[in-house]
């Protein structure tokens, strides 16, 4: 399993961004699909996730109502939909798929991490 993840740049805040995670290798219809984001100096901590074949969806209090979490079944793509940026979304964000049942809210219930893509929030 392999994931792709792009869609980082700089931003000013209050902008939008759009991050994107490209999967292959495997069948995902029993998998979740997290984004986790490490700001430097930080742990790693969860942002959103999304159920791969019901599309339910868990957001972390920091970013609920600004972010949304979408994907593609026919792209094998997630996306990471961020609006109304802030400085403090500055960071290094990461996709992962976990298989279900497991606490979408954790990273060590990831198997598969994409290299991350960088989010720089300028004031």
């Known amino acids: 399993v392999q994931l792709q993840a792009s869609g980082g740049g700089l931003v000013q805040a209050g902008g939008s961004l759009r991050l994107s995670c490209a999967a292959s290798g495997g069948t995902f219809s029993s998998y979740n699909m997290g984004w986790f984001r490490q700001a430097p100096a930080k742990e790693r901590v969860f942002v959103a996730s999304?159920?791969?074949?019901?599309?339910?969806?868990s957001y972390a209090d920091s970013v609920r109502g600004r972010f949304i979490i979408s994907r593609d079944n026919a792209r094998n793509t997630v996306y990471l939909q961020m609006n109304s940026l802030k400085d403090e979304d500055t960071a290094v964000y990461y996709c992962?798929?976990?298989?279900?049942?497991?606490?979408?809210?954790?990273?060590?219930?990831?198997?598969?991490w994409g290299q991350g893509t960088l989010v720089t929030v300028s004031s």
């Open positions: 992962a798929a976990a298989r279900t049942g497991r606490n979408t809210g954790v990273s060590g219930s990831y198997t598969y």
């Open positions: 999304i159920n791969w074949s019901w599309g339910s969806t």
